[in-house]
C-alpha cells in the first residue's frame, strides 16, 4: 500500500511543479523581514501583505482561512472536535552582504530555487498548503481539523504564537516543518545576553556588525582614530557554527593587534576577540553539552557602539539537561574580567517531547515507511514553533544535499545566508513524506481517537 501511495503523489505532484513554483515565488517577492510596528500593523506592512497573499492563495484552492489580528493567519479543512495543526512562518531573517542573486525574486537555478526564504519557512509553507490541495481534489475528508498556522515572528522572538493561543486552542498534535527529517523531540534553550562595556576612549567612534541575534555576522567594522578596520567572515545560523567564521572575532584580533589603545580598549576588544574564535564557548571557558543535545553553541552576533560603549550581543543555544542560571554566572564572570557587564537577558528554557512517545514515535514511522529506512527522533540547536506548543515536535523539511552544483560562494546557500536555497528534490521528498504521514493519520485517526476517515483507494 505505501508504495501504491507514494506514486500516485509522485505523479500528481509533478502535474502541479509549475504551480508550486510560481506560488513559492510569490511569496519570495514579499520583503517578509520584521518591522515591529510599522504602517500600525504588529509586525510590519510586509507581513501584513504576506498574510493577506496566503489568503488569496487559499482562496484561489478553495479553503476558508482566518485572520488572528495579524500576529498568525491559519487555513483550515476537515471537521471534527479534534485538530491537526501545521505550522510555518512568512518572516525572514535579514538579507546580510554579498548576494549573487537578487535575495526577493525566486529562480530556479538548476535544481534548486534561490531567493531569500525559499528554505526558510516558504517552500514548506507552500507545501503544506499543497497537502490540502491534495485532499480537496481527491475528495479525501478527515474526520478532524487539518489547521495550517502561518505566523509572522518566528525569526524574532515567537510573540506570535503566544498571541496566537490567546485567541486559539492549541492544536491536539502539531508538527512543524522548519528543521530536519527525521523528528526533531527537543530543541535547546536560548539564551540572549546583551553585553556593555566601560566607556571606552573617544578615539573609537563607530562600532557596528551583525544582521540579526540569531545570525553569526559575516561583516564587523571599527572606525578607532578616523582609521576603519573591517573584517569579512562566513556567516549563517548561529545555531550551526560549524565551517562558519565570525567576523567579530577577526576584528576583535585585527584591532587589538594593529592599534593603540588603552587598556580598559584593549579588554574590551580582547573580548571580542575570544568570544568570536569558536561557535561553542570553548575560549571564553563556559562550554556545556550533554548527549541527546551535543554542544553548546554561543557567539556573539551583534556589534554597536552605544554612549561610548561597546555593546555586543551574545547567541547561546544551550543543552536540554543544562540550566541558564549557571551558564549565565559564568559568562558574567568571564566578562567582568575584561571589564563588560550583562545589561540586559532573555531566556527561552529548552523544548523537550518524549522521544518515545505516542506522536513521536508516529511520525517516525511514516517516515521510514517513506524512506525505507528508520532514524530515531534528535536534539537540535535551532529554534520552531515547537518550543511554544503541547504535543508538537519539528518534523523535516530537511533532507541531504549538494549545494557544490551552485558554484556559490563560501557561506551562501543555506538558511539564513545569502543566495538562501531550497532544493527542488528535498522538497518534493518532504511533501510526500508530509502527504503520506496525513493520509495514515486520516486512515486510522490522531493518537487517542477511533474514527477512520475516507482514503483513495489507490
Known amino acids: 500500500m505505501e508504495q501504491d501511495i507514494v506514486k500516485n503523489l509522485e505523479a500528481w505532484l509533478e502535474a502541479h511543479k509549475d504551480e508550486m513554483f510560481e506560488d513559492i515565488s510569490s511569496l519570495v517577492a514579499i520583503p517578509t523581514v520584521v518591522s515591529e510596528g510599522e504602517g500600525g500593523y504588529p509586525y510590519g506592512t510586509a507581513l501584513k501583505e504576506a498574510i493577506c497573499q496566503m489568503g488569496r492563495l487559499a482562496e484561489k484552492y478553495g479553503f476558508s482561512w482566518k485572520n488572528h489580528d495579524w500576529h498568525c493567519m491559519s487555513i483550515s479543512y476537515g471537521t471534527g472536535s479534534r ?6 512562518h512568512l518572516d525572514v531573517v535579514p538579507l546580510g552582504e554579498g548576494w549573487t542573486y537578487e535575495p526577493f525574486v525566486c529562480r530556479r537555478v538548476k535544481n534548486y530555487l534561490i531567493g531569500r526564504g525559499t528554505q526558510d519557512n516558504k517552500g514548506p509553507d507552500i507545501g503544506s498548503l499543497y497537502i490540502l490541495r491534495y485532499l480537496k481534489e481527491h475528495g479525501i475528508e478527515p474526520g478532524f481539523e487539518i489547521r495550517l498556522i502561518y505566523g509572522c515572528q518566528e525569526e ?11 485567541r486559539e486552542k492549541a492544536p491536539d498534535y502539531s508538527f512543524v516543518p522548519d528543521c530536519a527529517f527525521p523528528v526533531c523531540y527537543g530543541e535547546k534553550g536560548f539564551l540572549k545576553a546583551v553585553l556593555k562595556s566601560l566607556p571606552l576612549s573617544s578615539s573609537i567612534t563607530a562600532l557596528s556588525g551583525g544582521q540579526a541575534a540569531n545570525a553569526i555576522p559575516s561583516e564587523g567594522m571599527a572606525v578607532i582614530g578616523g582609521k576603519v578596520y573591517k ?32 587598556e580598559r580598549d584593549k579588554k574590551a576588544f580582547c573580548f571580542l576577540a575570544i568570544a568570536g574564535e569558536d561557535g561553542y564557548g570553548r575560549r571564553l571557558g563556559i562550554a ?34 543544562s540550566e ?135
Open 156 to 166: 524574532t522572538g515567537m510573540k506570535d504564537v503566544v498571541e496566537y493561543l490567546k
Open 288 to 321: 556545556r553539552s550533554d548527549e541527546p543535545s551535543g554542544p553548546m553553541t554561543c557567539a556573539p552576533t551583534l556589534l554597536a557602539l552605544e554612549n561610548c560603549c561597546m555593546k555586543v550581543t551574545m547567541n547561546i543555544r544551550y543543552p536540554i539537561t
Open 83 to 88: 485538530q491537526l495543526g501545521i505550522w510555518g
Open 324 to 458: 541558564s542560571e549557571d551558564i549565565l554566572r559564568d559568562l558574567e564572570e568571564k566578562a567582568a574580567e575584561y571589564g563588560l557587564v550583562v545589561e540586559c537577558v532573555e531566556d527561552s528554557k529548552p523544548n523537550y517531547e518524549d522521544p518515545n512517545g505516542e506522536w513521536a514515535q508516529y511520525l517516525t514511522q511514516t517516515f521510514a515507511e517513506v524512506m525505507g529506512q528508520r532514524q530515531e527522533p534528535y536534539v537540535m540547536s535551532g529554534g520552531t514553533y515547537a518550543r511554544k506548543i503541547p504535543n508538537a515536535v519539528g518534523f523535516g523539511p530537511g533532507l541531504p544535499k549538494d549545494l557544490t552544483v551552485l558554484n556559490l560562494p563560501q557561506g551562501h546557500g543555506e538558511c539564513h545566508q545569502p543566495d538562501e536555497s531550497q532544493c527542488i528534490d528535498t522538497l518534493f521528498q518532504a511533501w510526500k513524506i508530509y502527504m503520506y504521514t496525513v493520509l495514515k493519520l486520516i486512515e486510522t485517526g490522531l493518537p487517542g481517537e477511533t474514527f477512520h476517515g475516507k482514503v483513495p483507494e489507490n
Open 231 to 262: 573584517e569579512q567572515g562566513i556567516g549563517g545560523h548561529s545555531a550551526y557554527p560549524e565551517g562558519l567564521i565570525n567576523a567579530f572575532g577577526k576584528l576583535g584580533k585585527t584591532v587589538t593587534e594593529q592599534s593603540e589603545l588603552s
